[in-house]
């Protein structure tokens, strides 16, 4: 855990691979977007079956990324969870010398990608029926640059400074506001 409550920093090789499963990392996505829900909620959204979601769930909660919403149930039978954390961070650097973490840690990493790729093809296939407002703040882009080690981490920092500030800012409980999706990555490029 990190010095803020609502990021979960990752050490643990077993709590990565967990989250590495498609449909966890769907389903802590939800939360963190949707707030609290119902396993029949999550069932309907992530289309998979009831007894999935829980187990799902269970396996999340064993690692801390999510935890019961017992508060939000009408009845005893009504199970509903919400994110334990805003966010869910882990450094690369860190799993260097631990064969296993690296392992875990690039094994996270790619399922990740695989939801990005998955939500932007969401989108493309969604946007010819959003309103042209919508398309026109659309991005996307890659640029390739000469940096040194140096300047890679002082450009991680000014997009990761970027996107707080633009999460600060972000509010759902406004009438116009409909959730957006910020990707970005920062590489040195193998020669």
């Not at 800012?169 to 990555?185: E, G």
Request: with cysteine.
């Amino acid at each position: 855990m990190s010095n803020d409550e609502t990021v979960l920093h990752l050490t643990d090789p077993r709590a990565m691979r967990a989250l590495a499963h498609p449909t966890r990392l769907r389903l802590l996505g939800e939360l963190r977007l949707r707030g609290p829900q119902s396993v029949g909620m999550l069932s309907d959204v992530v289309d998979e079956a009831v007894g999935s979601v829980s187990y799902h769930l269970s396996k999340l909660a064993e690692h801390g990324f999510v935890r019961e919403a017992s508060e939000c149930a009408r009845n005893r039978r009504e199970r509903w969870w919400r994110a334990a954390h805003a966010t869910t961070s882990w450094e690369p650097l860190e799993a260097l010398d631990d064969p296993e973490r690296k392992v875990a840690s690039d094994l996270l990493r790619r399922a990740v990608l695989e939801r990005y790729q998955a939500a932007l093809n969401g989108y493309l296939a969604a946007e010819a029926t959003f309103e042209p407002e919508w398309v026109r703040g659309t991005a996307s882009s890659d640029n390739a640059y000469h940096l040194t080690a140096a300047e890679l981490r002082e450009l991680r920092a000014d997009l990761e400074a970027l996107a707080a500030r633009w999460q600060e800012r972000s509010d759902p409980a406004r009438a116009d506001a409909r959730p957006v999706t910020m990707i970005y990555h920062a590489f040195r490029r193998p020669e």
